[in-house]
C-alpha cells in the first residue's frame, strides 16, 4: 500500500513538473501587410499548478484578462461570410466544427473542431487586415462558441511557432496532463 502510494506521490510530482514547463500552442488568425494569416502560437504564460479551490493541483494557463463574453449558436452549414474580427478576442468552440478560409492565400486553411481542441485567438481586425477571413461551419451540428475579447484589445505575450495552423503534436501535449487525477491535497 504505503509503495503504491509513494509511486503515485512520484508520478504525479513528474507530471506537475512536466505540467510547469508546457506551454499552450494555440492556432491564430493574425494579419501581415494588411491581410489576414492563419498561424501556430505558442504562448508565454506557462502552465501553472493551481491552487485555487476546486481545482488545487492542475494545470492551468492563465490566457489574459477578458473584457466580455457572449455565447454564440451557428447552425449547421452556415456560412460567416469574409469579414475581420470583431475584437482582438479568444474563441472558444465547444462544440461543432468551424472552416477557416483566407480570401487571398488558398494555400492554408484550419479546420477547428469543438471540444478540448477548440481554442482560438482572431487578431485579424480591420485596422490591420483590409478584407479579413471567411469562417463556414461544415458539421452537420451546430457549432457553439464562446467569444471572449481581452481587456484593451490585447494580443497574449507569444511566439509565432510557424504559418498554418498548429498540428495534433502540437497541441495534443495536453493529454498527459489528463492523468493528474484529483490532485494531492489530500495528505
Ligand atoms: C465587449 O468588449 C469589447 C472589447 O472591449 C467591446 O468593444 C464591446 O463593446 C463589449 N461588448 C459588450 C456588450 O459589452
Ligand atoms: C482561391 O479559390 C477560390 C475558389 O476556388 C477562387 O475563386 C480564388 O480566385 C482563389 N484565390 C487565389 C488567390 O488563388
Ligand atoms: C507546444 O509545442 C511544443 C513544441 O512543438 C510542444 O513541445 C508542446 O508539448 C506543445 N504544447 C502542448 C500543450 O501540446
Given at each position: 500500500?504505503?509503495?503504491?502510494?509513494?509511486?503515485?506521490?512520484?508520478?504525479?510530482?513528474?507530471?506537475?513538473?512536466?505540467?510547469?514547463?508546457?506551454?499552450?500552442?494555440?492556432?491564430?488568425?493574425?494579419?501581415?501587410?494588411?491581410?489576414?494569416?492563419?498561424?501556430?502560437?505558442?504562448?508565454?504564460?506557462?502552465?501553472?499548478?493551481?491552487?485555487?479551490?476546486?481545482?488545487?493541483?492542475?494545470?492551468?494557463?492563465?490566457?489574459?484578462?477578458?473584457?466580455?463574453?457572449?455565447?454564440?449558436?451557428?447552425?449547421?452549414?452556415?456560412?460567416?461570410?469574409?469579414?475581420?474580427?470583431?475584437?482582438?478576442?479568444?474563441?472558444?468552440?465547444?462544440?461543432?466544427?468551424?472552416?477557416?478560409?483566407?480570401?487571398?492565400?488558398?494555400?492554408?486553411?484550419?479546420?477547428?473542431?469543438?471540444?478540448?481542441?477548440?481554442?482560438?485567438?482572431?487578431?485579424?481586425?480591420?485596422?490591420?487586415?483590409?478584407?479579413?477571413?471567411?469562417?463556414?461551419?461544415?458539421?452537420?451540428?451546430?457549432?457553439?462558441?464562446?467569444?471572449?475579447?481581452?481587456?484593451?484589445?490585447?494580443?497574449?505575450?507569444?511566439?509565432?511557432?510557424?504559418?498554418?495552423?498548429?498540428?495534433?503534436?502540437?497541441?495534443?501535449?495536453?493529454?498527459?496532463?489528463?492523468?493528474?487525477?484529483?490532485?494531492s491535497d489530500s495528505t
Amino acid at each position: 500500500m504505503r509503495h503504491i502510494q509513494t509511486f503515485l506521490f512520484l508520478a504525479l510530482t513528474l507530471l506537475l513538473q512536466h505540467a510547469a514547463s508546457l506551454q499552450l500552442n494555440v492556432t491564430a488568425i493574425g494579419a501581415r501587410d494588411g491581410a489576414s494569416t492563419i498561424e501556430c502560437w505558442q504562448l508565454e504564460q506557462p502552465f501553472d499548478i493551481s491552487t485555487d479551490p476546486g481545482t488545487s493541483g492542475s494545470a492551468v494557463a492563465m490566457l489574459s484578462s477578458a473584457a466580455n463574453m457572449s455565447y454564440t449558436v451557428l447552425p449547421s452549414n452556415y456560412d460567416g461570410g469574409l469579414h475581420n474580427g470583431p475584437h482582438k478576442q479568444w474563441v472558444v468552440f465547444t462544440t461543432g466544427l468551424a472552416y477557416i478560409t483566407l480570401p487571398d492565400d488558398n494555400s492554408t486553411s484550419a479546420y477547428v473542431t469543438g471540444g478540448q481542441f477548440g481554442l482560438l485567438f482572431v487578431a485579424d481586425t480591420a485596422d490591420v487586415s483590409q478584407k479579413g477571413h471567411r469562417t463556414q461551419y461544415p458539421g452537420i451540428t451546430e457549432t457553439v462558441a464562446l467569444q471572449i475579447p481581452t481587456c484593451d484589445g490585447r494580443i497574449p505575450e507569444h511566439t509565432v511557432l510557424h504559418m498554418g495552423p498548429c498540428n495534433v503534436d502540437e497541441i495534443s501535449g495536453l493529454r498527459g496532463l489528463a492523468a493528474g487525477g484529483k490532485g494531492s491535497d489530500s495528505t
